[in-house]
């Protein structure tokens, strides 16, 4: 199937439930917009052609499963190399719409050596969807939490809240960081300030929530996504993030692999201003 990448939604694929949900999350997807469904199965490097071979009949055969219950043919792709650079370097490569990966959360060695799925999102150009449970009851995206910090990121994920809230109705409700040092609530009220002006302009309904204090945001981000069962927690992935990230938790680590098992949304830092007119304005 000849396919353009940019209408791609990948979803990695390792014959485990968890994969399934992921399947299932990025049939509804689907269902909302033109976009192909891609299974991306990652094969260590030198496999025999006959274990190549099995591979692609087994994955063959989830495709026309998912066809029989869903009504959508997905394509697959094999590709030799490492679950923690080629599922990037790929979704990046063919310019992939977005990615819809699984996972277990943060489990046993992953407690010591970080998150494995923070691992693979790290350096896409692609956001990511990460799951860890089946699309609930609801057919569309209906609420989504959008963190709101400090930090100048957070203005690039607006793009995609305005595109999920356009296709999905979605309401996308602003929880703000509590701060007390002055110079950084500035640019907390600046960040707010510009989403709540391009949801207006985009007509995206959205309520503004503002906690009085809170230990741990992420922890409290989940807490709130919880209270209103919201669908979808919109993150951006940590700029140049480094080992000891992995290691100690960078904040969207925490809310990945969230005990709730809401789906999160990651963004990786990328987007330049000039391109997210694009989406903000309908040009």
Same mark, same amino acid.
């Given at each position: 199937?000849?396919?353009?990448?940019?209408?791609? %939604?990948?979803?990695?694929?390792?014959?485990?439930?968890? *994969?399934?949900?992921?399947?299932?999350?990025?049939?509804? %997807?689907?269902?909302? =917009?033109?976009?192909?469904i891609v299974l991306l199965h990652i094969i260590s490097p030198g496999s025999k052609p006959s274990?190549?071979?099995?591979?692609?009949?087994?994955?063959?055969?989830?495709?026309?499963?998912?066809?029989?219950?869903? &009504?959508?043919?997905?394509?697959?792709?094999?590709?030799? &190399?490492? =679950?923690?650079?080629?599922?990037?370097?790929?979704?990046?490569?063919?310019?992939?719409?977005?990615?819809?990966? #699984?996972?277990?959360?943060?489990? #046993?060695?992953?407690?010591?050596? &970080?998150?494995?799925?923070?691992?693979?999102?790290? #350096?896409?150009? @692609? /956001?990511?969807?990460?799951?860890?449970?089946? /699309?609930?009851?609801?057919?569309?995206?209906?609420?989504?939490?959008?963190?709101?910090?400090?930090?100048?990121?957070?203005?690039?994920?607006?793009?995609?809240?305005?595109?999920?809230?356009?296709?999905?109705?979605?309401?996308?409700?602003? +929880?703000? +960081?509590?701060?007390?040092?002055?110079?950084?609530?500035?640019?907390?009220?600046?960040?707010?300030?510009?989403?709540?002006?391009?949801?207006?302009?985009?007509?995206?309904? +959205?309520?503004?929530? *503002?906690?009085?204090?809170?230990?741990?945001?992420? *922890?409290?981000?989940?807490?709130?996504?919880?209270?209103?069962?919201?669908?979808?927690?919109?993150?951006?992935?940590?700029?140049?993030?480094?080992?000891?990230?992995?290691?100690? #938790?960078?904040?969207?680590?925490?809310?990945? @692999?969230?005990?709730?098992?809401?789906?999160?949304?990651?963004?990786?830092?990328?987007?330049?201003?000039? @391109?997210? &007119?694009?989406?903000?304005?309908?040009?």
């Amino acid at each position: 199937m000849n396919l353009q990448a940019e209408n791609q %939604i990948l979803v990695t694929w390792d014959f485990t439930n968890i *994969s399934q949900f992921a399947l299932e999350h990025a049939v509804r %997807i689907s269902k909302s =917009i033109d976009k192909s469904i891609v299974l991306l199965h990652i094969i260590s490097p030198g496999s025999k052609p006959s274990k190549v071979q099995n591979v692609r009949e087994m994955m063959e055969q989830t495709c026309r499963e998912t066809h029989q219950q869903f &009504g959508i043919m997905p394509s697959i792709i094999i590709k030799e &190399g490492s =679950i923690f650079k080629s599922i990037a370097k790929h979704a990046s490569e063919t310019k992939a719409f977005l990615v819809v990966m #699984g996972t277990h959360g943060i489990k #046993g060695s992953q407690k010591l050596f &970080g998150s494995w799925a923070l691992k693979v999102i790290q #350096g896409s150009t @692609a /956001p990511f969807i990460v799951v860890q449970e089946k /699309p609930e009851r609801h057919d569309k995206y209906s609420n989504i939490v959008f963190p709101i910090d400090f930090k100048s990121e957070n203005k690039e994920k607006l793009n995609w809240a305005i595109f999920l809230g356009r296709i999905f109705n979605s309401k996308v409700h602003l +929880y703000v +960081y509590p701060v007390n040092d002055h110079s950084l609530q500035k640019k907390v009220d600046s960040n707010l300030s510009f989403a709540t002006r391009f949801l207006c302009q985009n007509a995206i309904s +959205y309520e503004v929530h *503002s906690p009085i204090k809170t230990k741990s945001f992420s *922890s409290e981000t989940i807490a709130f996504a919880q209270k209103i069962d919201a669908d979808m927690v919109m993150v951006m992935t940590t700029k140049n993030i480094s080992f000891l990230d992995y290691m100690f #938790g960078a904040s969207e680590q925490r809310v990945i @692999a969230n005990k709730a098992k809401i789906p999160v949304m990651c963004v990786n830092p990328r987007i330049s201003f000039s @391109a997210m &007119g694009q989406v903000m304005f309908g040009q």
